[in-house]
């Protein structure tokens, strides 16, 4: 047997292993599954064993998993919550969404030489993933405190402003021009698609899903559900807008329908069973680690400022909105290291930046490790925060 392999039937069993396993070990150390799915991924990857070389039958499946992803986080989101998390919890969002986004470009454009890769570098830095920092909080008895309220409402923004900016600079990077009236044009663009979408798509998606729970066949809501998903990611292409912008719109809407709960039940069933291993293990394989060696100490010089940017990028950002917002300093501290973890929309963030040809395999490499280290460090950071006197 010549190894990689690349029989879809013997991979995908492999990777839905190495999935299971490697998420299941890292949620023993109290570390997020994804992560250990990632890692499992670089061992039996081009870094290490080399064992599976992933075709086009599993790329699709891996971006299925990033579709799905996109969509359940749609689908969790509550506009009514998004509507009443107030001023601090904008201010402390955009605040970490701009400084990173800032900060990463200008300090990474020294050694892309591309305006548009060193973009897509700091718009990679503007994700926060707050599931490790919601339980580590958890842990400590710290989830209700106002640090804890503050950080995840702050979280439902902070996705929403990271789809939209993953969304410019998706269309920018296919116009191929960076200015400012192409930027304003872009927004205009995005802003129209989003209202147009949920104003016509509301009653649309409402009667779909009522019609659909009317007909005996098994799952039919959840097959339209999914249908709902395909259609709004496809028309968010042919508007110039990325595909998961509208399969997190597509989320949002189906979210409003009464079907919502069991919807959201069978499509976690069925994203976390299949697509969502294989995008995430996939991203372990695709990581190339010889890159390290190769290039030597500029990649390694490289992943210590984009790394140090990320952490202090979200620590300066959040923590200056939580400050405007009447925090005393230690509170914003703590807001600042909550929301220093990277994970599913950074790496989804990645894997689109690759897929359209602006990050090569370096550039894809110092970002999974980016979002590891941040996963790494943000737990004893916010034990050491929440102690300190």
Not at 41 to 62: C, M, P, V
């Amino acid at each position: 047997m010549e190894l990689p392999l690349t029989d879809p039937f013997i991979s995908l069993a492999i990777i839905l292993f190495i999935s299971k396993a490697f998420g299941y070990l890292f949620t023993r150390i109290k570390q997020p599954s994804a992560m250990g799915e990632i890692i499992g991924g670089i061992i039996i990857g081009t870094s290490f064993l080399h064992l599976i070389d992933i075709g086009e039958s599993l790329q699709f499946l891996s971006e299925l998993g990033v579709v799905m992803l996109l969509f359940l986080a749609g689908l969790e989101t509550d506009i009514d919550e998004f509507k009443r998390v107030g001023v601090p919890a904008f201010l402390i969002a955009i605040g970490g969404v701009l400084v990173p986004f800032v900060l990463g470009y200008f300090a990474t454009l020294p050694f892309t030489h591309s305006p548009m890769t060193s973009l897509f570098l700091g718009g990679v830095l503007t994700a926060t993933s707050v599931s490790l920092t919601a339980s580590v909080l958890m842990e400590m008895k710290k989830l209700r405190t106002k640090e804890g309220a503050s950080i995840l409402a702050a979280a439902v923004v902070d996705d929403v402003l990271g789809i939209i900016v993953l969304t410019v600079l998706v269309a920018l990077s296919r116009t191929g021009s960076i200015n400012l009236e192409e930027i304003l044009k872009l927004l205009v663009e995005v802003t129209t698609f989003f209202v147009l979408v949920i104003i016509v798509g509301v009653p649309v998606v409402k009667w779909i899903i009522r019609v659909s729970s009317k007909i005996d066949l098994p799952e039919t809501t959840t097959a339209f559900a999914l249908a709902i998903v395909m259609s709004l990611a496809f028309i968010a292409e042919e508007f110039r807008v990325a595909g998961i912008t509208g399969a997190y719109l597509a989320g949002l809407l189906i979210g409003q329908t009464d079907e919502a709960k069991r919807i959201s039940d069978k499509m976690t069933t069925i994203a976390y069973a299949l697509p969502v291993p294989v995008f995430l293990v996939g991203i372990g394989i695709h990581t190339n680690i010889d890159v390290f060696y190769k290039y030597g100490f500029s990649t390694l010089a490289l992943i210590g400022v984009y790394a140090t940017i990320a952490v202090f990028g979200k620590i300066v950002g959040c923590g200056a909105g939580a400050l405007l917002s009447k925090f005393k300093p230690e509170e914003a501290l703590r807001v600042g290291i909550g929301m220093i973890p990277r994970m599913e929309v950074a790496l989804i963030m990645l894997t689109i930046a690759k897929g359209e040809g602006i990050f090569n395999d370096i550039f894809f490499a110092i970002g999974v490790s980016m979002t590891i280290i941040t996963t790494l460090i943000t737990p004893p950071l916010l034990v050491w925060a929440f102690r300190r006197k």
